[in-house]
């Protein structure tokens, strides 16, 4: 299975062995493993508190760590970047707000991925198209420097998959 890491403490940007390219894919959720922090796979970011530093003062750690969360996802459809087709998974550590960073569900989604970020919107077929809701990124949506938000045309929220592609840079 591929993997893709990306190590959060405190904020989305933190370490990462994903590829340094941009991605966006449609894919769908498989399965979403919470691990307490502390845990046998989900280190306590702050187990070494209370030891000393050589200068004698003692290390203190603070942190709004909720644990870890790993999501193990199916990518069906690669529009931009070198992601490849198939199953991953996602490691992460959950802030203090909570909550995973991929939906529990099985439907498909649009995700946009690169180093130290991740964003989601939700797909739907109707008449037989593929429609992303992109004004439910809840970072902007830009990819590639396109503004994917801007694509929905009037009050609506979503985009065609097809006039996505369009806007988009050529894939590799």
Known sequence: MKTLFLCMALSWVACTSAKAQESLFVAHV????????????????CAASGRHNPDGTTYVC???????????????????GDMQPGPHTFDTRIG???GTH?????????VHMKPGFVEWAPVK?????EL????????????SGVDLRSLAQ???????LDALIEHLPTRR
């Open 132 to 143: 992303a809701q992109v004004k439910a990124f809840r970072h902007g949506g830009i990819v």
């Open 30 to 45: 498989e399965r979403v493993t919470l691990e307490p922090r502390g845990g046998q796979y989900c280190a306590d970011l």
């Open 96 to 98: 203090e707000w909570g």
């Open 154 to 160: 009037g009050d609506e929220d979503t985009v065609t």
């Open 62 to 80: 603070i942190s709004n760590d909720g644990g870890c969360d790993k999501t193990e996802f199916v990518v069906d459809r690669v529009l931009l």
């Open 125 to 129: 077929v109707k008449d037989g198209k």
């Open 102 to 110: 991929f939906p529990i569900t099985h439907q498909p989604i649009l």
